[in-house]
């Protein structure tokens, strides 16, 4: 272990064996709908001809290449999770599939999908399923390798990536932050460091002119309370730093990015659209308590930015429950399948008065069982809210392929696209022509 990584983790034994993911053992339910949502996912969909009906990916989790903060930890790490995937079971269609649980490689994110390499070839399949928008990262490690220094290649890399979707009548939706910081940026005590915001503020400065023509979406910040938590409250994220007190520091320097970021943002084109990926879950607790938990949960964050939002972008996946009940559909991750969750979000946000975009929805699912229906189920339940008069622009399913799921790795098949990480062979999902069908529809 180098001396930053002993510095920076901390030492080896005292590091948690880290989450890889619930799976049963062998989960063989049928994913029969519950009425509560079943006939609206078979009824007429009805969207605005200026709906952005796309996906979503993150540069680490599928360029390849990256060396940042969670390259050195994923090094780092990855014996133990192994150790940890070896206390669950796993069913036999998880385990055939390379990388698995039980292997190392699974943890390191590599050259992920070779996205870096393939995003013209991987935008072709884009918009031959249809989407005429995609939301993408933008990697501050490559483009700002060293403090100060910014790389011209890397930028000119990410503007022919632009370029790239603008010619197929693609719109970007460019995140500026994804969870992965420099290296030198985590040596300085990233989120924790006095003048972090700073540093964000400037390489979003920069983004910002040089794709001022090219880009009108932009996302400051992806999950910034599901972030601090894992990382400062939880402890299983980088850099594992588990304590109450660095989880507010660095919260509120996320507050106070964001404000800074945008307002520079918006010094170099007013008419830029500013928002945020915020992370939600419907809670399914008792009426005296989940009204603090839901805001605290899900809105704080938005509420302490709104002044500085152009729209809000919501990234769900599952309910929370007070208790443990097991649910009768669940992900191969073991979350539970719950739209009606979505509605519910949305319908709360209206009160914001911004547009909202639903920049992450999606399953993890190896066999492609579920995830047709999950998709018309979800946006059944988003088209519910817009006809109760929410302002919904766009829907972006997670994700355009398979990828690296973080401290999970490689084994949760979210695409619509499927990896052979091997070969790094896209094989298109029965389920991804099941969405393209959705939005020809939505169209006609």
Wanted: proline share 5%; aromatic share 16%.
């Amino acid at each position: 272990m180098s001396n930053f990584q002993k510095s920076f983790f901390g030492n080896r034994k005292q590091i948690v064996l880290l989450s890889t993911g619930f799976v049963e053992n062998c989960p063989r339910f049928s994913y029969n709908k519950t009425p509560a949502f079943a006939e609206e996912a078979k009824g007429r969909l009805n969207f605005p001809k200026s709906f952005f009906w796309g996906s979503s990916t993150s540069s680490h989790q599928v360029e390849g290449g990256t060396h940042n903060d969670w390259t050195e930890w994923e090094r780092v790490t990855a014996k133990l999770k192994v150790e940890n995937a070896k206390l669950r079971g796993w069913p036999d269609y998880i385990l055939h599939k390379y990388p698995n649980p039980l292997q190392e490689e699974n943890y390191i994110s590599g050259k992920a999908c070779g996205h870096y390499h393939r995003f013209r070839e991987d935008f072709d399949i884009a918009r031959s399923l249809g989407h005429n928008a995609h939301r993408f990262s933008i990697e501050w490690s490559r483009i700002e390798p060293e403090e100060g220094k910014f790389d011209e290649k890397e930028i000119e890399h990410y503007r022919q990536v632009i370029r790239a979707l603008r010619e197929r009548g693609i719109e970007p939706f460019i995140t500026l932050w994804h969870w992965t910081h420099p290296v030198w940026f985590a040596k300085r005590g990233g989120w924790l460091a006095k003048d972090a915001q700073i540093y964000f503020s400037r390489f979003c400065k920069r983004m910002g002119e040089e794709f001022k023509d090219e880009v009108q979406y932009w996302i400051i910040l992806n999950e910034p309370m599901l972030w601090a938590t894992d990382a400062y409250r939880l402890g299983k994220k980088p850099p594992m730093a588990q304590s109450v007190f660095k989880f507010l520091k660095a919260y509120v320097q996320l507050v106070r990015a964001h404000r800074n970021a945008a307002a520079a943002l918006k010094d170099i084109n007013k008419d830029f659209h500013i928002g945020i990926a915020e992370s939600m879950n419907d809670m399914l607790f008792p009426a005296l308590l989940k009204p603090f938990v839901h805001y605290f949960r899900n809105l704080l964050f938005i509420s302490l930015v709104k002044n500085r939002l152009d729209f809000i972008g919501v990234n769900y996946y599952r309910p929370f429950r007070f208790r443990f009940q097991k649910p009768l559909h669940i992900s191969d991750m073991g979350w539970e399948i719950y739209p009606e969750g979505m509605c519910h979000l949305l319908k709360d946000l209206k009160k914001y008065c911004k547009p909202i975009f639903i920049m992450e929805n999606g399953i993890a699912d190896a066999r492609d069982a579920k995830r047709a229906d999950f998709i018309k189920s979800h946006i059944a339940m988003m088209q519910r809210a817009m006809n109760e008069g929410v302002d919904v622009r766009g829907y972006f399913y997670w994700s355009l392929f398979d990828n690296f799921e973080w401290d999970s790795g490689f084994w949760p098949r979210f695409g619509l696209v499927e990896i052979d990480y091997q070969t790094l062979k896209r094989r298109i999902r029965p389920s991804a022509y099941e969405y393209k069908k959705i939005i020809e529809e939505s169209k006609s």
